[in-house]
């Protein structure tokens, strides 16, 4: 069994900044694409950055310039540099990530518990 712990959130002012973590754990063969996504009240899910196994980056259009997303292979962790933040950023921030164990067990789209992020004006 694998595992995706998140860490990092918590209350900030806008214009703050706040860094996640996303550590994998478990009998981890691999980690191809990791993301993190995020879910305001009343709100869909949406991707707010991703990253392949090979470090490429994708970012929703709403983070651009401010959040910035990366990962440490041999820790099996992404993070979430979060910058100049906004009150619409609000939401609980989930891990997402494509992990195989060594058994060969694929877990596609993989979820950790999320974490919460909270932007006063």
């Known amino acids: 069994q694998v595992q995706l712990v998140e860490s990092g959130g918590g209350l900030v002012q806008a214009g703050g900044s706040l860094r996640l973590s996303c550590a994998a754990s478990?009998?981890?063969?691999?980690?191809?694409?990791m993301g993190w996504y995020r879910q305001a009240p009343g709100k869909q899910r949406e991707l707010v950055a991703g990253i392949t196994s090979g470090g490429s980056t994708n970012y929703a259009d709403s983070v651009k310039g401010r959040f910035t997303i990366s990962r440490d292979n041999a820790k099996n962790t992404v993070y979430l540099q979060m910058n100049s933040l906004k009150p619409e950023d609000t939401a609980v921030y989930y891990c997402?990530?494509?992990?195989?164990?060594?058994?060969?067990?694929?877990?596609?789209?993989?979820w950790g518990q999320g974490t919460q992020v909270t932007v006063s004006s």
């Open positions: 478990g009998s981890i063969f691999s980690i191809n694409a």
């Open positions: 997402n990530a494509d992990i195989v164990d060594y058994g060969g067990r694929y877990y596609r789209d993989y």
